[in-house]
């Protein structure tokens, strides 16, 4: 079986396509670890390794297109799930929103009217 599995060519494929294509490499990837424990050649291991990252693959593509679906089905709704918002630090995450930030508070308001910037003119 073909165990060179490219992303792109994946990302064509259907669901279905893809749960069956992972299938076939569990299957190869149960068969080749029946052989390595019987016969124990090196090439048996690194073709585990090549199976192994070929699975990972398609679990990755799947993941990826049920995440935009679930995406694009919460288009426009207020609120995200939790896994589904963006990460960035949590330092980021707590700090104040624009408009917060720019709101004052009553003593702050009467302070600023009652100590206005004070314009002159200078008579020249």
Same mark, same amino acid.
């Given at each position: 079986m073909s165990t060179n599995v490219k992303a792109f060519e994946l990302? +064509? *494929? +259907?669901?279905v396509e893809l749960t069956k294509q992972l299938a076939d490499l569990k299957n190869e990837l149960a068969a080749l670890r =029946? $052989? *390595?424990v019987s016969s124990g050649s #090196?090439? *048996? =291991?690194a073709q585990i390794h090549h199976v192994r *990252? #070929?699975?990972a693959r398609v679990l990755t593509v799947i993941r990826h297109a049920d995440r935009e679906a679930v995406k694009n089905s919460l288009a426009g709704k207020k609120h995200l799930p939790k896994d589904m918002? =963006?990460?960035k630090t949590r330092a980021i995450r707590r $700090?104040?929103?624009k408009f917060e930030a720019s709101r004052e508070t009553v003593r702050q308001h009467k302070k600023a009217i009652l100590n206005k910037v004070r314009k002159y003119a200078i008579k020249a």
């Open positions: 990302r +064509s *494929k +259907s669901k =029946v $052989q *390595k #090196a090439n *048996k =291991v *990252k #070929a699975i918002r =963006v990460k $700090q104040l929103t």
